[in-house]
């Protein structure tokens, strides 16, 4: 009992509200430190959180389907015997502190809930209007829950303006007019909607519902597709002596962790280009007037694991070298198949860049990662015939496709920095220079 | 013949809820029809509950006044009590207040029918008048047909047993007395009874009068009486009641068990009372009455039968004239059409008793029982100086609020006009003040109601009218 010690949700970029979508002990599992002990879902990748020590799991604190933030208690673990004595003594005087916490919490749920069944007066079980009973926790005196219950808004949406937030007949009003005006735009836009269409009328078929990060990124992706005026600019860089460099570079090296790969140079390069092209590295702020310009360069690498696309930052690209941006790599995109990224490995990305070279194909056009104002997708790279000084010699050229923000940046300028990245590329001294 | 009748709105029981909602429908421009199966509008409330009591309790208070005031140096001669009298005042107050509904529903052209009415298909009523029956053909019912005091079976029949209804007539205020009961009826009745000069005793069977309130509230009043010569046999069950001649003999099982029957000359029987949703004949019209007698109604006061509209204490608890108002005022609202919803964050009780206890939204009881994390402050009227002033110091205000939000979730007052007080507290819960709202709204000096603004700065350390020593951390 006393050796009983509680695990908890541990940093999760102060990301709150996260969901349980599995959990992988149960009571009586033997666990080692680090082995996985549940899988949570944010808004941006799943990750599995590890065990912080080894034991025996006594009882597990959380449901699939709850949503947690750090310092929940995910489970209690009877620590193993080999752990030294003086951590069972620290490890006791802080499990008595999180039972309080932990009553805490329940208190305060319990109090929403007992607060959202009081006001029905005592009446057995009255049925409740469908749209009605969730102002039992808001901020609002009487007149202003009747008004909203007249407009049917609920009270829990709305964003009070009144003195400590209070909510005011005027926020009301105001709710209700922005979701007019919301209906008026989305009309001005609005599309004739998809059929619906009986597959099954044609053979068999199964629903599999979207996972959460394909729905996610769904939506992140159809906005962007229909805010941004997009312009894909397409190029080659003839990467035949960068390649041999590669190659002669990752054979020195065999015993090392990382791969030295093709997508490390462009990355270094896309940072160059960067500095060099500054309007590349921006982000137009929410009015539309104004560009932000951003001093530090991450680079978003979209990775491709089975539960669909993330995009995991690469920080401060400028300042590394490619065999540390390589390592990087390695170490995101294995965190990212492990679904161990974590939010602040996703956050802060300037540009992104997507390769589909590893599949194939010639050329595609990538959705600009919004905020960020442009992307560039890498295909893969093939011998082609280049005439060069009077006769056609085989070179390995490597299609780039640029998409960009057409609001933010010109024509002319994403055929530079393309230019800039393909020469480059061509000849890797450039970026020294 | 039956008599054929035609209307928009028919409204069965004419107590504060009914007359409310027919009155309401009316001015919303609804044809109505107001059906009472007695001769006086009003209900319960008017006729045999809220007004007539209080009319009483006015007497008890004047009364007991002129005893305490030989403390301070005024005396009066004992009291001559002439209970005809008094009844006769009483009636003429009651009488006062149904004869101004008549006209008020006249000048609405609200129709009265006067007879005990039953459901006789889902748009129809039938009321048996004393001039025969009349069939009323209505597009909307509201069934506001009220509650009656609960009769325990063992009881015999006997006009020195009574209820509150038979309390009011003060048959006799001489002897003793029993009331069956600690709630806020029976101890409203002993308070009455008490200053008469009857001896009188209450039985309770749970450990608390007025089970549903603050025990700290509780016990300032449950002082008070025994001081006065109250008895209270708490945790004590009656068994037996039998009528003889020379008195009413009742057996007692628990704490205050009797070893042979009691001798009382007259017994108030005020265990509770029953929703009368049973006796409408509810089930033709399709709506559905559970087995206590209760109808089930959503947040606008609709039943099962979506047409038809239930209020007042045959919807559920508490049973209050101020929860069945603004229930008819919702269920009329509704009919005619308005988005109105039944959604108060709380509904203050009442007993008013001599000190009054009032509580609103949430009890420490219910904080406890439910888990509910609450902090709480208590001002002590013993450092109220308008309490002082009328020698009525034994009143305390207590606030409960949110350890977090610091939001007032709960008000119990218990001292001298705590009903009236605690009505500012049941504006600051449903505005969602916090205690530094409270503490910082101006109230008057000297009055009671500072013991509220008091409270709260006890609860923010802010008080200077107490001296409390600071919360070692």
Known sequence: ?433 | MTKQMKTEVVVIGSGPGGYTAAFRAADLGKKVVLIERFKSLGGVCLNVGCIPSKALLHIAKVVDETHEMANLGVEFAKPKLDNKKLVTWKNSVVGKLTGGLNALAKQRKVEVVTGCAKFSGSHQVVVDTKDGEISIDFEHAIIAVGSESVNLPFIPEDKRIFSSTGALELADIKGNMLVLGGGIIGLEMATVYSALGVDVTVVEFMDQLIPGADADLVNVLKKRMSKKGVQFLLKTKVTEVEAKKDGIYVSMEGEHATDKPACFKQVLVAVGRKPNGGSIAAEKAGVEVDQRGFIQVNNQMRTNVSHIFAIGDVVGQPMLAHKAIPEGKVAAEVICGMKHYFDPKCIASVAYTDPEIAWAGLTEKEAKASNIAYEKASFPWAASGRALSMGREEGITKLLFCPESKRILGAGIVGINAGDLISETALAIEMGCDVEDLALTIHPHPTLSETIAQAAEIFEGTITDLYIPKKKK
């Open chain 1, 1 to 433: 009992m006393a050796d009983e010690k509680e695990v908890k949700v541990p940093d999760i970029g102060g990301t709150s509200g996260v969901d349980v979508i599995e959990i992988l002990v149960k009571v009586g599992d033997e666990i080692t430190k680090e082995s996985p002990l549940v899988t949570l879902e944010s808004d941006k990748a799943s990750m599995e959180i590890p065990s912080p020590v080894a034991g025996i799991v006594r009882s597990i604190r959380l449901n699939i389907g709850d949503k947690v933030s750090e310092g929940d208690v995910i489970l209690t673990v009877a620590a193993s015997q080999d752990e030294p004595q003086e951590e069972k003594v620290a490890t006791e005087t802080t499990s008595a502190k999180d039972e309080n916490t932990k009553s805490g919490v329940q208190e305060k749920e319990s109090l929403v809930q007992v607060a959202k069944n009081t006001p029905v007066s005592d009446t057995p079980a009255a049925k409740s209007e469908p749209d009605a009973d969730s102002n039992a926790v808001v901020y609002a005196g009487p007149a202003v829950r009747r008004l909203s219950r007249e407009f049917g808004v609920s009270l829990e949406q709305v964003q009070g303006t009144g003195r400590k937030s209070r909510i005011t007949k005027e926020d009301i009003q105001q709710f209700v007019k922005a979701k007019l005006q919301e209906k008026s735009n989305a009309a001005g836009f609005s599309l004739p909607s998809a059929p619906q269409v009986d597959f099954s009328k044609f053979g068999q078929v199964d629903t599999k519902s979207l996972n959460k990060i394909k729905r996610l990124t769904g939506a992140n992706l159809h906005r962007a597709w229909v805010t941004i005026p997009h312009v894909t600019q397409f190029d080659e860089a003839d990467i035949t002596e960068l390649e041999a460099f590669r190659k002669s570079e990752a054979g020195k090296s065999k015993d090392s962790d990382f791969k030295l790969t093709m997508l490390a140079f462009v990355c270094k390069v896309v940072s160059k280009a960067l500095a060099v092209y500054p309007q590349f590295n921006t982000s137009l702020d929410a009015s539309g007037e104004n560009l932000i310009y951003k001093q530090y360069c991450n680079i978003g690498v979209a990775v491709e694991t089975p539960n669909g696309l993330v995009v995991p930052v690469i920080k401060h690209v400028d300042s590394l070298s490619v065999n540390e941006i390589a390592k990087e790599m390695t170490r995101l995109s294995t965190k990212a198949r492990e679904k161990g990224l974590m939010p602040p490995d996703m956050s802060g990305g300037c540009f992104t860049i997507s390769s589909l070279g590893g599949i194939g194909g010639t050329a595609f056009t990538p959705i600009v990662n919004s905020p960020e104002v442009a992307i560039l997708g890498l295909s893969r790279a093939i011998i082609k015939p280049v005439y060069i000084d009077g006769e056609f010699k085989p070179r390995l050229m490597l299609p780039l496709s640029l998409s960009y923000d057409h609001r933010v940046i010109d024509g002319a300028e994403a055929a530079r920095f393309t230019r800039f990245i393909s020469e480059s590329l061509s000849d890797i001294r450039r970026i020294l220079l």
